[in-house]
């Protein structure tokens, strides 16, 4: 089923401005798990009728990964490239579902003249919940168990902890913590470029060890914000075999579904 | 006769005192080996880290038991100190208990210097027992062996040591007091000595033995101790305060841009810009930036101040992602090779005056394996109780090893070629970047 996404192109061709650019990041463009969380977060724009574009074809890697993987070349060309792009749109504000995207546009780009409010897509929702444009209702989801696994690059990295868990809680759910948690998180395995390459010789999988965390709390729901920590949990409940008890879900799909959009 | 003590205590001041500040201004020298880095924005916030974190030490207590530990051994570190401070008066001039004439608050001072005492003397007998008996797993990892691990025992053992001298020189003083010899004024008081005293002999000749053979001792195991640091990881006594205030104030996930990369990124992207341009000079003899860390002079003067200031207490490791699956990568590791590196240039611009060239570098023992092993999650970087920042020494190596030595693993080397050619990481195409709002 298509969904109507305007583009910034589109938008700026009927002299309209957007309220906020939607970064959807390569995950969000390209992986099926992901794609499915924009989706919904496309969704939960719409309900809330919010006036957002995308850049569509014109939105290329953040480079985030390359930074991480140690070639800043790559990175700063790739950020320059974005920047002319967007700084031509005027974009002011933007939300994204990526903690990495977010991380590097919210924090390294500035340096390069690419200044803007940038937003995780757990913030943007709060906030639209707090001005009164969401309504949040539990649905189908009252009454379960949800854990969330704080993503790094939200959590430690820019100190977001509360965003996504006072969305939680809104649904009527019962939120339990895993042992590690907040500051104290365990990665997921992927960040640092981990997510384009095999570990490193070790005797255990992060993502195990971190899976290990969330069953520990015996949740229906493993809640996280990030694609990339989805892949991995989703993979270590896999590897369990659980797939079948146990959802490991963004809380963009968890709202969307919940109010059965 | 009467000054050879004295003289004796003015020698042994002014050598403990001038090999300390010696090492000092080496100390300094190799800290500012590192590339230039401004820090001196936001004073008031620095100066609130500097209290909250080295002074009251709010992230110690992320670990409770180890943490209140610490406060204590701390706390009677510092306070104790006071009393030194008597103690070098009185040797330099002959006097005996000379801040005395404070009458109540003196006994009150000299009650709770013996209070402390002996609370550190149990903490630190804790501490061993947490490293020795119990085997906390962080004490045990592979880098902990040798120096390291003897180091530390040393410092509990000096501390176990300067803390009983100082209860046995009060006992006896205690003892002499009561027997009213000579010099010994009744001053003080001693809530913690008075039961060791009995335990003493009786004997006014033996007792003065005593106290002066501890009093020595104590002050000459404080110099030894002063001078011990150097060579030591107990060095975060003192760098934990320019270490906090230095930290990083950023949001932990932004990684510096590298103003030589954007140089050349401008220049490319420029449409102006003369493709058939040649390079501009450079001046004199000036060296091409290298991109990228590989040895300490690629850093800058705070991560060498961090390597410096790491007590090894293995936080950082105890919570790596890595490490904890068994991966190579240890962040305590990483700072302690690059102590080490410090410290043999160091001494190299010790022999030959100026750096002569070595062949080393921080790879000759820091691996790619365990570079690569990094997530980024700073994880390290939120637990080290003085802000020591691990992950900053990883990325610069990683540069070093993709921008000056295409050396990254293979897959990420397609990681690159797809987001060059891609726009993505993945093998998409850039067109079907929207195709996910028709499926």
């Given at each position: 089923m298509s969904i109507k996404v305007p583009t910034m192109a589109e938008m700026m061709a009927e002299g309209k401005t957007p309220e906020v650019l939607f970064w959807v990041g390569c995950a969000g463009s390209y992986d099926d798990r992901a794609k499915k969380i924009t989706r919904a977060f496309v969704k939960l724009l719409q309900k809330a009728d919010v006036s957002f574009a995308v850049l569509g074809t014109e939105e290329s890697c953040s480079g985030d990964p390359a930074k991480r993987a140690g070639n800043e070349f790559l990175f700063q060309m790739q950020a320059m490239t974005n920047i002319e792009i967007m700084n031509a749109y005027e974009v002011k504000k933007i939300v994204t579902a990526c903690p990495h995207c977010f991380n590097t546009l919210k924090n390294e780009y500035p340096g390069l003249g690419g200044n803007y409010q940038v937003m995780h897509h757990t913030e943007f929702l709060k906030s639209l919940l707090d001005e009164g444009r969401l309504t949040i209702e539990g649905g189908k989801f009252v009454g379960t168990k949800i854990t969330f696994h704080d993503p790094c690059y939200l959590g430690r990295a820019n100190n977001i902890y509360e965003a996504p868990r006072d969305l939680i809680k809104k649904l009527e759910v019962e939120l339990v913590e895993m042992k590690r948690c907040k500051s104290n998180a365990l990665c997921c395995g992927a960040g640092g470029a981990q997510m384009f390459k095999d570990a490193e010789k070790g005797d255990k999988e992060i993502f195990v060890e971190r899976t290990d965390d969330a069953l520990e709390t015996n949740p229906d729901i493993i809640a996280t914000g990030c694609p990339f920590c989805n892949t991995m949990l989703t993979d270590g409940i896999k590897n369990v075999e659980k797939e079948s008890e146990i959802k490991v879900l963004d809380i963009a799909e968890i709202l969307a579904s919940a109010d059965e959009l | 006769m009467h000054f050879l003590s004295n003289i004796l205590f003015a020698l042994l001041l002014i050598v403990g005192v001038g090999y300390f500040i010696m090492n000092v201004k080496k100390l300094i020298r190799n800290i500012k080996l590192g590339r230039d880095i401004d820090r001196s924005d936001q004073p008031s916030a620095r100066w609130k880290n500097m209290v909250n974190i080295a002074l009251g030490q709010s992230k110690m207590v992320r670990r409770p038991v180890a943490g209140i530990l610490h406060i204590i051994v701390y706390a009677g570190f510092i306070i104790i100190n006071i009393e030194v401070l008597e103690i070098i008066i009185d040797g330099l001039f002959g006097t005996h208990r000379v801040f005395s004439f404070a009458g109540g608050l003196y006994d009150f001072l000299i009650g709770s210097f013996e209070i402390l005492a002996f609370l550190v003397l149990i903490s630190v007998i804790i501490f061993w027992i947490r490293r020795m008996i119990i085997r906390i797993p962080r004490f045990w990892s592979k880098e902990m062996t040798s120096w390291p691990k003897n180091d530390a025992l040393n410092i509990l053992y000096f501390e176990m040591v300067l803390m009983s001298l100082f209860l046995i020189m009060n006992a006896a003083d205690y003892n002499l007091q009561q027997l009213g010899v000579g010099h010994y004024i009744k001053a003080g008081s001693f809530p913690i000595s008075q039961y060791i005293a009995p335990w003493l002999p009786q004997n006014a000749d033996t007792l003065m033995w005593i106290e002066r053979g501890a009093w020595w001792l104590h002050i000459i195991g404080i110099f030894i101790f002063l001078n011990y640091l150097y060579y030591s990881k107990h060095l975060h006594i003192l760098l934990a305060f320019p270490n906090t205030y230095y930290?990083?104030?950023?949001?932990?996930?932004k990684i510096n841009n590298l103003q030589s990369v954007t140089d050349e990124v401008q220049l490319m992207l420029d449409p102006n810009a003369d493709p058939y341009a040649a390079p501009p000079e450079p001046e004199g003899d000036e060296m091409p930036e290298k991109f990228g860390a590989s040895d300490v002079t690629d850093l800058t003067w705070i991560q060498l101040m961090n390597a410096y200031t790491c007590t090894e207490c293995g936080r950082c490791t105890s919570v790596c992602p890595a490490n904890q699956t068994g991966k190579l990568l240890s962040p305590r590791a990483i700072m302690m090779k690059t102590r080490d590196r410090i410290e043999e240039v160091g001494r190299n611009i010790d022999k030959n005056g100026e750096f002569k060239e070595d062949d080393k570098s921080l790879f000759a023992t820091i691996t790619n394996e365990e570079i690569w092993a990094c997530t980024s999650c700073n994880a390290c970087v939120e637990e080290c109780p003085v802000n020591i920042d691990p992950l900053s020494i990883i990325v610069d190596l990683r540069r070093y090893l993709v921008m000056e030595q295409s050396s990254a693993p293979q897959e990420l080397n397609m990681m690159f070629t797809n987001i060059e050619n891609n726009g993505a990481p993945w093998q998409y195409n850039q067109l079907d970047r929207l195709n996910w709002k028709d499926e």
């Open positions: - | 930290a990083n104030l950023e949001p932990k996930g």
